[in-house]
């Protein structure tokens, strides 16, 4: 008779676990290679300068961390379970920012759907919708998100490219019909990841809804930085223009307006039976935002100008400082009217030479600046890398220093320096 030890043991050899063809199928997630050479250096006690998630540096506002504190504390019935769609506090204050911010109305019955997170939104709506073999569109470069949840979900995504020539905008007409027969869903995503750019002319806006009705798309216009915005520019919802509560949802994201990236909080707004659909499927998955983190949001959002003015202040002023910086070495970058990122071409030497992962490898490896390559965002972000900037303003002195150690080892011939 075979011994128990023997049988676990044999057992032990049979359960080889494998994930799902699914998941086998996603690329490593772009940050992970990064994030594994960033924790090497900082082992080495490399001093790290980490520019490279957009994972705010600034303190959530004293007011919402007050808000939570006091709520946790004489609240005891806020943690129980929450209303997985939104307490009717929450979705009230939602529709009442977004009339305030937009003018736009929102139903906040059905029209509002709180989320932890707008990844998780974003993931989930893929999920909820998509039967497999279903295309998604997914402009190149963008979030990995749209990406991989396509994939998750079944679906297959289709990449159409954005290009600086056309200031980063689709050009609808490119993408084939065969793929749009099958097609259920549009990622549309201004102010840009990474790219940084805005829509400035507003009839795209109309294109792009009319290209949904027309292909009876789902158009998922993902609105993560519509505050951090500057000079002056101020950056519409999709909702605003005839018809998009026909095709649209829009999703927005408290991590970067509040600096509130660790609370997980977030939500979507318009079409109803879209909105409907995603909290019904959430409903089978997740309990929700917890109470006390919904009435924190609440307090950002009506202390919304107060405290966006000043995050808006930060970012803008790092975004000059860097800038500067860097036009002391001789490297020209765009100057951004939107997110807290900086989009920068890399030399075409070192394009050619390495490409956007080596160099950002080698980047921290050898100096301890963390950034993300282009290309992690689709093969068509090669020949960049994208800064956040999220970290102190003394460090971009450094942080331009470092770049041109490596830029003089690869023999970039940078313009002269530039007294400033
Ligand atoms: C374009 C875009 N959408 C959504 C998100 C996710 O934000 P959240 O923290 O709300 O999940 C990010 C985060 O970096 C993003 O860049």
């Known amino acids: ?70 709520t946790v504390r004489e609240h005891p019935r806020t943690h129980r379970y929450p209303q997985a769609k939104g307490m009717p506090k929450f979705r009230n204050t939602v ?4 009339l305030k911010r937009f003018g736009v109305k929102l139903d906040p ?4 759907l709180a989320l932890i997170g707008s990844k998780e939104g974003v993931a989930h709506l893929c999920m909820a919708m998509l039967n497999p073999g279903d295309y998604t569109l997914i402009p190149d470069p963008a979030y990995p998100v749209y990406y991989n949840a396509t994939i998750l979900a079944g679906g297959k995504p289709y990449l159409f490219k954005i290009k600086p020539e056309n200031k980063y905008l689709p050009d609808f007409s490119k993408i084939p019909q065969k793929i ?61 223009f005839e018809g998009a509560k026909d095709v649209a949802v829009e999703f927005h994201s408290f991590s970067k307006t509040f600096s509130m990236a660790g609370w997980r909080v977030g939500f979507v707004v318009g079409n109803e039976k879209i909105v409907g659909y995603l909290e019904k499927f959430k409903s089978f998955i997740d309990y929700g935002v917890p109470t006390f983190i919904q009435l924190a949001a609440v307090k950002a959002l009506l202390d919304y100008e107060r405290i966006v003015e000043e995050v808006r202040k930060i970012y803008q002023h790092r975004r000059d400082l860097t800038i500067k910086e860097f036009k002391k070495i001789g490297w020209d970058v765009d100057v951004p009217k939107a997110t807290m990122y900086l989009w920068c071409k890399l030399p075409e030497e070192i394009t050619k030479q390495l490409g956007s992962l080596k160099f950002a490898e080698k980047l921290l ?4 600046v963390a950034v993300a390559p282009g290309v992690g965002f689709g093969s068509n972000g090669e020949g960049y890398i994208r800064l956040a900037l999220v970290t102190a303003n003394n460090r971009f002195h450094d942080t331009a220093l470092r770049f041109e150690k490596v830029f003089r080892e690869l023999g970039v011939e940078l313009k002269k320096r530039k007294k400033l």
């Open 109 to 112: 019955e059905k029209e509002v």
């Open 180 to 240: 749009l027969k099958k097609a259920k869903i549009i990622f549309l995503n201004y102010p840009n990841n990474p790219t940084t750019a805005v829509v400035e002319d507003e009839s795209f806006f109309k294109e792009a809804i009319m290209f949904a009705k027309k292909n009876n798309l789902i158009l998922c216009y993902d609105n993560a930085y519509s505050e951090i915005t500057f000079d002056g520019y101020i950056a519409p919802s999709i909702l605003q």
């Open 365 to 368: 490896v050898e100096t301890g």
């Open 1 to 70: 008779m075979i011994s128990l030890e023997l049988l676990v043991k044999k057992l032990k050899i049979m359960n080889e676990f494998k994930p799902s063809e699914k998941l086998e199928q996603l690329p490593p997630y772009l940050f992970s290679r990064i994030h594994k050479l960033k924790l090497e250096a900082y082992s080495k006690n490399l001093d790290v300068i980490d520019l490279s998630m957009g994972n705010p540096d600034l303190p959530t506002d004293t007011a919402i961390v007050e808000r939570l504190c006091e």
């Open 95 to 98: 529709a009442e920012w977004f």
